[in-house]
């Protein structure tokens, strides 16, 4: 069975551009997570959906925003880039919508996005 | 607001032998979760031990254990018997029903042959 599939692997952006990541999680599983790891950083929460709604968001400016698709793939749109926007972006899908602390998340590869 | 601190950027261990990486971390609820990823090479996060808040026995899964100190807010992981491929990042985790996940900044753990 196919895990969580992230696209594209990397990409380089300039300043002011817009760019898209997109993830597929695994089949049957309706919750989907994104995550960017800057750096020296952790892991920090950008935006949870759930069955098609947006369930909760980090705090990260409204220029980061996503939405998931009827087939449970989503993606992340950032527009505007910036220099500190380059990071591993990371998505994660579980199961059912109850929660990153009540079930057990997936991830992917990560999309690594370079901002010059 | 709810923090997490993993005070030892790097770590290594000899192979076979045992490591224990720390973590503390901030809040002022009372029913939580903690938990530890591990982020190989690959970069593809993976959970390895997760404990409740309101249990008092330390989780365990297989080599991996941890010791959970409430009051102390501590949640310390240990590895026993470390092999090569126990190298990698390791994140320290808090999280509450139905709200994100606060990682700290983690700890790289190299195994030495």
């Known amino acids: 069975e196919a895990g969580v599939t992230q696209s594209p692997t990397h990409l380089i952006k300039t300043r002011g551009q817009q760019v898209t990541l997109r993830c597929s999680p695994i089949?049957?599983?309706?919750?989907v997570y994104w995550y960017q790891q800057a750096l020296g950083l952790g892991l920090q929460f950008l935006l949870w959906?759930?069955?098609?709604?947006?369930?909760n968001r980090g705090n990260f400016p409204p220029r980061f925003s996503g939405r998931q698709f009827p087939n449970y793939s989503s993606e992340l749109n950032v527009n505007a880039l910036e220099l500190e926007d380059s990071a591993l972006y990371l998505c994660?899908?579980?199961?059912?919508?109850?929660?990153?602390?009540?079930?057990?998340?997936?991830f992917g590869s990560g999309t690594q996005l370079s901002v010059l | 607001a709810q923090t997490v601190t993993q005070s030892q950027p790097e770590m290594s261990v000899q192979e076979a032998e045992t490591v224990t990486l720390s973590c503390t971390y901030d809040t002022s609820e009372s029913d939580y979760y903690l938990f530890w990823y591990k982020q190989p090479p690959s970069r593809q996060m993976i959970l390895v031990i997760r404990?409740?808040?309101?249990?008092?026995q330390n989780a365990t899964e297989n080599r991996f254990s941890v010791n959970f100190q409430k009051a102390a807010k501590s949640f310390s992981l240990k590895i026993s018997d470390s092999q090569l491929g126990d190298a990698a990042m390791y994140f320290c985790a808090y999280g509450r029903w139905d709200d994100k996940i606060i990682f700290g900044k983690g700890t790289r753990l190299h195994i030495l042959p």
């Open positions: 404990q409740e808040a309101y249990k008092q």
């Open positions: 959906y759930d069955e098609g709604e947006e369930r």
């Open positions: 994660a899908s579980s199961l059912r919508g109850l929660g990153p602390s009540n079930e057990k998340l997936f």
């Open positions: 089949s049957g599983h309706t919750s």
